[in-house]
């Protein structure tokens, strides 16, 4: 579970960058991510108020299930909300040692995972969409964002941070292959062949 088990896909900032020693530093999450996931918590707040409120009604229990299972969902909600606000993370990439993530889910101590350079296999950008409709609307949003991942030879999966555009993802991951001192080989062009 994001987190708590493995480390959170959000939003990052460079907090510093030095291409010809092979260090870069992401810290976060950002503020525009911090407050995304306080309304987060405010909603899933409310959602779960809602929810107990029903439950002091005076129904039969058997009623109270799904306003019980809506109280537990949005506290759930609610708390991954403010995991985000008040939790921290850091992708350091270092040459010659890989890549360490480091998170503290509040109030819980800091975790850590790290991928030495020689066991990563390949980059991955992982489109995610997230589809919303409105309550009284048949029309459908979607938003897209895209994931950078690190997949290493034993076939783990591990994000590095989030974004609006594939562009930024390709960016950042071009970013850490010049920390690392790994650049992917430009595929050579196919041989025309003569008449």
């Not at 029309?139 to 974004?163: I, S």
Request: aromatic fraction near 6%; charge should be positive; glycine fraction near 8%.
């Amino acid at each position: 579970m994001e987190w708590v088990n493995e480390p959170p896909c959000t939003q990052l900032d460079v907090e510093r960058e030095e291409p010809s020693r092979g260090i870069l530093i992401l810290a976060g999450p950002r503020g525009s991510a911090r407050v995304k996931g306080g309304l987060v918590a405010a909603m899933g707040a409310a959602f779960a108020a809602g929810a107990v409120a029903f439950l002091r009604m005076p129904v039969p229990r058997a009623w109270k299930l799904i306003p019980a299972l809506m109280a537990a969902t949005g506290g759930g909600v609610a708390a991954l909300g403010m995991a985000t606000v008040v939790s921290d993370v850091r992708v350091e990439v270092e040459r010659g040692k890989g890549i360490r993530w480091a998170w503290r889910p509040r109030p819980m101590q800091e975790r850590e995972v790290k991928v030495a350079a020689a066991d990563i296999a390949t980059y991955e950008i992982k489109t995610n969409v997230t589809r919303s409709s409105g309550e009284f609307s048949f029309r459908e949003a979607a938003q897209t964002t895209y994931h950078l991942m690190v997949v290493t030879k034993a076939g783990r999966a591990y994000p590095v941070e989030e974004f609006d555009l594939s562009a930024q993802a390709e960016l950042r991951r071009d970013q850490i292959q010049r920390a690392l001192g790994s650049r992917a080989k430009p595929k050579a062009a196919p041989k025309k062949k003569r008449a």
